[in-house]
């Protein structure tokens, strides 16, 4: 917690940032007032559309074009920020200072080699020779504990993993010693372990640093991790500010009581499901491998044994879940069951039939009864198809008549709460959670038996994430499906599987009923994949 | 590396086999054949003259025969007799090849550097009157036909402005030598290298600048912009590489047009080199120096494909390593 240093070292003062026009409100920011203090960490907290990163990026002179401040005051060492001068605020960036981003895969040049991103931020400020440069820079690196640190400052982004590229991201955000570090969702593209990793870095170079953080983030899991102060953001307004504990222990205003809320609870039922249901799809000794590079010419090819030797049962009304960091291989099992893959072996039995060996005109029959729905709401719809295309086109396909699967869609727009003139319009008139619906939808044009759920409510914030698994729980239900949630993120899992599967490096580690899965782990994979969910504690403790 | 070279090398000697059996085929399957223009020309076309001279040039015999013959002939680095010109048709080659080389390398070099200059500009300017002006260059120069641009630029600055040379390599009858020859040589070949140019230019200058504003939206600018860097250096080292990456596939393409692209542009301006040859053997159905030329221009694509993916590797960490 805090110690008694609570001098502000930036003070934010009704600042007001204006969006282009024809945006969905007038301003990004709307009125907002707070300091950060010397030696805290202030969680900026919002979903997507909250504003929440826009005074952070004001603060850096990062604004988006367009997107401009009209108002209010930025104060940092005794001056507007909003009214420094170009040169100015180049020497504030970096220096004074620093930003880490969201996206550890592209924040950094692909084209250069780690050592020189690092050094060009002293070369920004002319301060040391070329050849000390580089070697601050492995300091830097060994500082943020990333393995063999002199080869690592020689290597190109793209040999490293994304903890190790958001390490290198923090490397540089150090090294002028700044008194700010701004983290913009640093996080959030990680997987959990990694991210349990960095959120215990930041915090410990927060302390030996004296630096104030402000974090913005959407996930209330890692304010309880990292925070001291949180601030909750909506519409481009604070709704609500306070210590940690106060806004997560005891939330005052009706938007923060709904966000937490929505956050899906660690602990998962026992099934409901009876264990003697007939199973509708068995899988049995399934393989994948992928080579990349060299082609058929090399031999320094390399080969990724994605699905390994993966055996698994659904039963009629089930939600199994598959669950597993980036690279588990539990994408590739769902595209191997809906054949969107051809698995190298093994067998995929659907009622009885088996999918992995049927070609032609048999393999369209059998797709009809298992059917997916994508993580990326934005890039699963073609955007030149109105949305009654995109739900009739499986149906029509399969030779029902095109009055008939219209009609059909109208239906399942109403089923997954869509209003039916959605029909005529198309993908992008709608937000990221309705698109999500549309997908649902689409998926269920066909009547399958299976859905394959690849990450479907990833990309979704948590609001929103919430109603979609309750309308995914409520269709099981009413058409009694059999689903497959493949997902990375543990919270979601417990909400909704009935059993759940857990994979690393292509294999399933541990199999079993939801709640002893979270309950009494098994397999030490499993343990640190839970031990790592953020916000874990401080909810035990809650718990008593 | 040298394994990759190797490997491509096997590849394209593959593939150029099979470019030279198509053109084959395809310049058998027009109608008329050398003996029969020479005939018509000579005014004795009489079944019999006739019938000697395709004896004499191998044409009587089967087709795939005469293909046996002529792959034998280009395994072993012989490209065959033009029997029109009584000359080997390398020898022919080789003689246009550098008026050819000197023509499509300067225009190359100026399309490439004032193309992606322009893109620069125009990138750092965007919406602003000189972007659109230069944009706007850059449509025209893309839509225009390159035989329109290449009379109307001797119409414009040989014949009414009588600045520069209008046809030709070199001043007949002057006989200069040393850097005069130089110079006159230099002053022919303004019009045609810069009409020759033009297209890929526009094609430069669009890529360019699409992709240095598609770069300059990435995070990584972004990173670099809260370094604290100033802006002239993000625009040069991390947009301005970044950025070229796509242009350096076109200028790869472009290049392997540098023997058989400018056949229009020679005729006009009446440059010496294997696109007028080209284009001569064409008109007297002249099979093996078509195919010779054919065979060159072929090699050339290929072979700057494999330089453009060797250039890649420089350029691009990503592929170099992987």
Redesign the interface.
């Known amino acids: 917690m805090m110690d008694s240093v609570t001098e502000p070292v930036l003070q934010i003062r009704d600042l007001k940032i204006a969006l282009p026009e024809g945006a969905d409100r007038d301003f990004a920011v709307d009125g907002v007032s707070y300091d950060l203090n010397a030696g805290e960490i202030l969680c900026i907290v919002g979903e997507s559309g909250s504003g929440k990163s826009m005074s952070a990026n004001a603060t850096?002179g990062?604004l988006p074009e367009l997107v401009r401040p009209v108002g209010g005051e930025i104060v940092f060492e005794g001056k507007d920020v909003l009214k420094l001068s170009d040169s100015e605020m180049?020497?504030?960036?970096?220096?004074k200072i620093?930003?880490i981003?969201q996206?550890p895969m592209?924040?950094?040049?692909?084209?250069?080699r780690v050592e020189d991103q690092i050094a060009?931020?002293f070369?920004?400020?002319n301060l040391l020779t070329p050849r000390e440069r580089k070697r601050r820079a492995v300091e830097l690196l060994t500082e943020v504990g990333i393995p063999d640190p002199s080869k690592a400052a020689r290597a190109?982004p793209?040999?490293l993993s994304g903890g190790q590229r958001q390490r290198v991201?923090i490397a540089?955000a150090l090294a002028l010693e700044p008194k700010i570090l701004i983290a913009d969702e640093p996080t959030t593209a990680l997987d959990v372990t990694t991210q349990a990793q960095i959120l215990e870095l930041i915090r410990n170079l927060q302390e030996t640093h004296g630096m104030a953080v402000m974090f913005i983030t959407h996930d209330f899991g890692v304010v309880a991790e990292i925070a001291d102060r949180v601030a909750v953001m909506q519409y481009g307004k604070i709704v609500e500010s306070g210590t940690a504990d106060e806004v997560l222990d005891n939330p005052q205003h009706p938007y923060t009581q709904k966000l937490i809320a929505a956050i899906p609870k660690l602990a998962a039922e026992p099934s409901e499901v009876p264990a003697d249901k007939a199973p509708i799809l068995e899988v049995e000794g399934l393989n994948k491998t992928y080579v990349t590079?060299g082609g058929m010419?090399?031999s320094n090819a390399r080969v990724v044994h994605a699905v390994n030797e993966v055996n698994l049962t659904l039963r009629e009304g089930e939600t199994l879940g598959i669950v597993g960091e980036s690279g588990s291989g539990k994408s590739s099992v769902g595209r191997c069951l809906v054949r969107l893959m051809d698995p190298d072996s093994g067998t995929v039995k659907l009622a009885g039939q088996d999918m992995a060996t049927l070609t032609g005109s048999a393999l369209r029959e059998a797709r009809k009864s298992i059917q997916m729905i994508f993580q990326d709401p934005y890039a699963s719809l073609n955007p030149r198809s109105k949305v009654g295309q995109i739900i009739a086109e499986g149906p029509m396909a399969h030779g029902v008549s095109k009055t008939e699967a219209y009609s059909r869609a109208v239906k399942l727009l109403e089923l997954v709460d869509l209003d039916a003139l959605a029909i005529e319009r198309y993908p992008h008139e709608f937000s990221g959670g309705q698109r999500q619906r549309i997908g649902i939808a689409r998926a269920l044009a066909l009547e399958p038996r299976v859905i394959i759920a690849d990450e479907a409510v990833s990309a979704l914030d948590v609001s929103i994430q919430a109603q979609v698994l309750d309308l995914l729980a409520d269709l099981k239900e009413r058409l009694n499906l059999a689903l497959i949630f493949i997902t990375h993120d543990l919270r979601v899992a417990a909400q909704i599987c009935d059993r759940i599967a857990v994979m690393q490096k292509g294999k399933i580690v541990e199999m079993g009923p939801a709640h002893a899965i979270f309950d009494n782990p098994q397999n030490a994979y499993t343990r640190t994949l839970i031990e790592a969910i953020p916000g874990r504690e401080k909810e035990l403790a809650a718990a008593g | 590396m040298l394994r990759f070279i190797l490997m491509r090398l096997g590849k394209a000697a593959i593939i150029l086999i099979a470019i030279m059996t198509l053109n084959f085929f395809l310049i058998h399957a027009a109608p008329g054949d050398p003996a029969a223009v020479m005939a018509g020309e000579a005014g004795a076309a009489d079944a019999k003259f006739i019938a000697q001279l395709r004896e004499q040039f191998g044409l009587d015999k089967p087709l795939l025969v005469q293909l046996g013959i002529y792959l034998k002939g280009v395994l072993q680095f012989d490209l065959g007799f033009s029997y029109r010109q009584q000359m080997p048709v390398s020898q022919l080659i080789l003689d246009r090849l550098p008026a050819t080389l000197l023509l499509t390398m300067t225009a190359f070099v100026i399309s490439l550097l004032l193309g992606t200059m322009a893109g620069v500009l125009a990138s750092a300017r965007v919406g602003k009157w000189s972007d659109t002006a230069i944009s706007s260059l850059a449509l025209l120069f893309y839509a225009t036909p390159l035989y329109w641009a290449a009379l109307m630029a001797v119409l414009l600055f040989s014949v009414y402005f009588n600045w520069l040379p209008g046809f030709g390599y070199e001043t007949v009858g002057a006989n200069y030598t040393g850097l005069a020859r130089a110079l006159d040589i230099g002053r022919h070949l303004i019009l045609p290298a810069t009409t020759l140019g033009l297209f890929f230019m526009a094609v430069y200058m669009r890529m360019t600048r699409a992709s240095m504003l598609e770069v300059s939206q990435l995070d990584f600018v972004k990173t670099a912009r809260a370094k604290g860097l100033k802006s002239s250096i993000i625009q040069r080292r991390h947009i301005f590489r970044n950025a070229m990456l796509p242009v350096v596939t076109l200028a790869g393409l472009q290049a392997g047009q540098l023997v058989g692209g400018a056949v229009l542009t020679e005729t006009v301006f009446a440059w010496p080199g294997i696109g007028r040859l080209m284009f001569e053997a064409l008109a007297q159905r002249d099979y093996n120096l078509l195919l010779g030329v054919f065979f060159v221009s072929a090699a050339m694509v290929l072979l700057f494909n494999l330089i453009t993916d060797i250039l890649y590797r420089f350029v691009d960490p990503r592929i170099r390593v992987a």
């Open positions: 850096m990062l180049i020497d504030l960036r970096g220096r620093a930003m981003f996206e592209s924040a950094l040049n692909p084209l250069m060009e931020v070369e920004a400020h190109y793209f040999q991201m540089m590079g010419f090399f």
